[in-house]
């Protein structure tokens, strides 16, 4: 590696704090709590010296959990939690409430998880989100194929002012065939100078469509407008967290210094304003 990592995409959970009602039984090893200490071991292993935080539950317990953790670990370079934002008045309240919370750097709901196929579309999701822009966040949009990844560009152009991060390359279709609708999609987003895709969650596609998949992304975002993430640990089923570097780093070890420099890290100091190792 040439440059130090930020993982800009790490999970943690205490199943005693949140309810997580999607991590159940049939998740095997995510079914529970996984803590700091653990995910410093993983860290530390990889020689990745700070990850970003991302909620994995609705609630404000779970970016409280995620907010109390970075106040103790030096290695939590920012936390991306969670708001109502479909409640614009609730939204306001809850980040004033954690406007001295220094690790805070993005927002993010799980829209796929969402019954409401048009929730980024919802005037009162809009107002909450110029909130965020406002307030110098982020906002993270996951797993949006295909349900909600033309959404995305609409949302994108409608905000000019908003910082839209688009994890895990939007979730790319498995099935190959699906690929081309995937890119054209995921194209018009990218033409969108305020969005930002994260090179992570990839995990569930076959080996032989991480290249077409990275070189696309890298063609219509640039080096510039992405960001690794491990997305652990959600690759506990899988290859953990080194068959995810594994898996990524040869890719990106193809690209010059300075492109190296702007994916493992000078993106997401950008865009979550990260600054220095937080002491």
């Known amino acids: ?40 071991t993983e860290l530390n292993r990889a020689g990745v010296p700070r990850a970003v935080l991302v909620q994995a539950d609705d609630t404000d317990a779970d970016t409280d959990f995620m907010l109390e953790v970075a106040h103790r670990e030096p290695w939590v370079a920012g936390v991306v939690g969670w708001v109502r934002l479909d409640d614009p008045a609730a939204a306001a309240a809850r980040l004033d409430e954690l406007a001295g919370e220094p690790a805070l750097r993005g927002i993010r709901h799980l829209v796929h998880d969402d019954p409401r196929d048009d929730f980024l579309r919802l005037p009162a999701v809009r107002t909450s989100l110029r909130l965020l822009a406002g307030r110098g966040l982020a906002f993270d949009v996951p797993d949006a194929w295909p349900r909600h990844l033309a959404d995305v560009a609409d949302l994108a152009a409608g905000l000019p002012e908003l910082t839209v ?49 990275f070189d696309a992304a890298l063609e219509l975002f640039g080096p510039d407008r992405l960001a690794w993430g491990s997305d652990w640990p959600m690759t506990l089923g899988g290859n953990g967290y080194p068959g995810t570097l594994a898996a990524t780093m040869p890719l990106v070890d193809e690209l010059t210094a300075d ?10 100091e950008r865009v979550y304003r990260l600054g220095e190792v937080r002491s």
């Open 1 to 40: 590696m040439t440059a130090p990592l930020v993982d800009t995409h790490l999970h943690l959970w205490d199943l005693a704090r949140s309810p997580y009602r999607w991590i159940t039984p049939a998740h095997g090893p995510l079914h529970t709590t996984i803590g700091p200490d653990r995910a410093a």
């Open 259 to 268: 492109e190296r420099a702007a994916l493992l890290g000078g993106t997401a």
């Open 165 to 213: 991060v688009l994890d895990h390359l939007g979730k790319p279709p498995a099935d190959p065939s699906d690929l081309p609708e995937w890119r054209r999609l995921f194209a018009a987003i990218a033409a969108r100078p305020n969005t930002v895709a994260k090179l992570s969650g990839l995990q569930h596609l076959p080996a032989s469509s991480l290249r077409p998949v």
